[in-house]
Structure formats: C-alpha cells, structure tokens
C-alpha cells in the first residue's frame, strides 16, 4: 500500500554530531529502506546549514546513512532563494563561507560579490586585524558595481571583517567608497538564510550558529543608525516558506515513485526546539488554518495561501500543488541540543520547555510552539513512532 506520509529530517543532532554518524540513524534508515535500498516512503533532508552545494551534502549523507541520496532530496537553508527571482538580476553582496559564489549562482543569481572582493576592491574598510590594514594609501576604487542587495548564507570565518562591510555597504547605499551623506533608510534589501542561534557538533556544548552572528549584526546596526535592521526574507527553519518548498519536493518524490495516494501527513524530527519544532508547529498551525478555510470555503485553497513571505515568493507550478497535506507533527530527539535528564515523559504536555528565549528577533515567542508533538530518545525511535501511527511496518 503506498505511504500517505513523509518524513522531513533535520541533519545535524539528528543523522549526525559533525562528523560522526549518530547510530540509531543506520537503523531508522534500514527501516525506511527496502530490500533493494530503496527509500519506501518519501523522505527530505531539512537542513539549516548552508556553506555547501546540495550535491556535496546529499553525498555526504549516502555516505552516512548506507544509501543513495540525491540532491532532490536535500533542502539547505538557502535553497528557497531559487523562488525569489526579483532579486536575480540584481548585483548581491554575498556573505558566509565555502562556496557562497557557486552557490548564489545555481539558485538563479546573475550578479554577485564576495565580502572577499569588497575588501580588496576597498582595502581601507577592513581595519580590525592591524596585520592586513594596508601598508602604503592605496589608489582610488574604481569600475566597482553598485551593490543592490545583501545575502547572509551562514556565519562567515572572519566576523569583524563581514561585520564592517556589510554595515559599510547598507550605510553607503551599496558606494562604500562615498563619502557618508545622510544613512539611508530603508535600507538596501537583506536576504538572511539560517536563523539558528546555536547548533550541535561534537563537543559537550552547542556551538554558535548564524543566529548569533545575525544577532551581532543587527546589534551593531541598530546601535550606529538607532534603527531596527530589516529583512527582506528570513528563510531556513523556522520560516514558513522552507516547510512549504519541503512539501513541495516530498508530493514530488511520491510523484516519480508512483505512489498514487496523496500525502496527508509529514513528520518533522529534529533535536532543536527553536528551530526544528517551532518551524514544524508553525507549518502545522497554516496547514489547518487554510484547511479550515477549504472547508468553509468547499473549495480547493489556494496553493499560495501561507505567510506573507510565502505568498509573495512562492511561484510553484500550480498544477503540481493538490493540497492534499493535512498536518506537521513535529518529533524531538535528544542525541542534539535538546537534552532532557528525566525519563522521556508519557504526556509530553508536563515536559517543562526552557524560559530562555533562543529564537530570532523577528519570529514572536509562542511556548505552544516549542513544544513537540512527540518527544523520543533518537531517530530510530521517532520513525518507530510514526510507522505506528500510520499502521505502517
């Protein structure tokens, strides 16, 4: 019978803790798998890392995980951008590390600059490390594209360095090299990926994410300018619009594998409650509301109906979109940055969440949504988990 269900992974804390393979992914995997290794029900990789091509992550899971996974498959925090086309004719500063150029030119960008041609092209903006300011005044810049745009792919290695010309360039209206006239505001369009403000590898602690680096920035703009940083798009987990593009790709793997039935339900598993979770709940909470509204209206919604963001950028082929997806349970793993030292609670209603508020500036803290459908011990638990619900082996 085919699956009228599908999975959405998070990465990191869940399959993996930086490079070693966490080992109950194997065995969730076998299960998922058939006797050929061949995934029986759809699964997409839902990541918020983004300093790499989707070839070279979905690599590197069939290394860990034991089978073959495409491309198609994997959604990094930057992989939406191919669906913001008003900004791919545009010259885009791009920040972050690996390769932000190659990256920016496969989701559809035509025109981009790395911070690391910014620099160059301006060597007296970058001053923090006195071994790299210039040793004699360098001639005027010149030929140098206006900049019309920001893009944060994650956190980059030199912070002061992405700090400084990122300011410079929403300051000079994209002409670091001019002399400051009045601050503009609104400023130029900023497209952030990645709003995680921590993440787990292999050491005992979280690791600062591109949320702290987000946070950094819009810190320091607001305390030069005495204004907030805008964004044009936040998009990784939590946004609407990455579950949205996850949907899309999971309805399409049923698709090519045949599977007639529609996709009713997905499961959300992923070890951080501000981002995996919150993403996950919120993604649950339009799919009734606009199913809710199917309803009432008896009539099909509309497959743009979603969050602004999503409204404005999603440019689907209508035809592929047939509603069909019901709800989002979100499942909690603790091998990440969610540890519980208690036994895993029967009614997960009395699990205390943390007070701390992790997430970003822009998404309003809710504490219904931080707190998971189901909480379990590790992945192969959680595909147990939802095998039972659907009377699925």
Not at 91 to 120: D, S, Y
Not at 278 to 292: D, T
Not at 293 to 317: C, M, W, Y
């Amino acid at each position: 019978q085919p699956p009228a269900f599908g999975f959405l992974f998070d990465v990191d804390g869940v399959l993996v803790r930086g490079s070693q393979v966490v080992p109950a992914a194997r065995q969730a995997f076998q299960r998922l798998a058939d006797s050929r290794g061949r995934l029986r029900v759809p699964v997409v990789f839902l990541t918020n890392a983004g300093n790499c091509l989707r070839s070279a992550k979905a690599r590197e899971l069939s290394q860990a995980l034991g089978l073959q996974v495409s491309p198609e498959q994997v959604i990094l925090s930057h992989s939406p951008l191919r669906l913001f086309s008003q900004f791919h004719q545009k010259c885009m500063l791009v920040a972050g590390q690996g390769p932000v150029e190659e990256n920016a030119q496969k989701l559809g960008f035509k025109h981009v600059v790395t911070i690391e041609a910014l620099r160059k092209a301006y060597p007296l903006l970058d001053m923090v490390d006195q071994s790299r300011r210039p040793k004699e005044l360098p001639p005027p810049t010149t030929g140098f594209p206006t900049v019309e745009g920001v893009i944060l792919f994650g956190e980059p290695v030199r912070w002061e360095t992405s700090l400084q010309l990122i300011i410079d360039i929403l300051l000079s209206n994209g002409n670091p090299g001019a002399e400051l006239q009045d601050i503009p505001y609104p400023h130029l369009p900023v497209l952030a990926c990645n709003m995680d403000l921590l993440w787990m590898a292999e050491a005992k602690m979280p690791r600062f994410g591109h949320g702290t680096f987000l946070l950094c920035l819009e810190s320091i703009y607001k305390k030069v300018t005495g204004r907030e940083l805008k964004y044009e798009a936040l998009i990784g987990k939590p946004s609407s619009v990455t579950y949205r593009y996850a949907e899309y790709l999971i309805k399409q793997q049923a698709e090519e594998q045949g599977w007639k039935s529609p996709i009713r339900r997905l499961y959300a598993v992923g070890d951080n409650p501000m981002s995996d979770i919150y993403g996950a709940n919120l993604y649950n909470n339009y799919l009734k509301s606009a199913h809710q509204n199917q309803i009432q209206a008896g009539v099909k919604r509309s497959p743009q109906a979603a969050s602004p963001q999503t409204e404005d950028h999603f440019e689907l082929r209508k035809g592929s979109v047939d509603n069909s997806v019901e709800s989002c349970k979100s499942i909690l793993v603790c091998t990440g940055v969610y540890r519980r030292n208690a036994d895993i609670p029967s009614n997960t209603e009395e699990c205390t969440m943390e007070t701390v508020f992790h997430g970003h500036r822009d998404f309003c803290f809710d504490p219904s949504l931080v707190e998971a459908s189901y909480i379990v011990q590790d992945v192969n638990d959680a595909v147990q988990l939802a095998f039972k619900k659907e009377n699925w082996s």
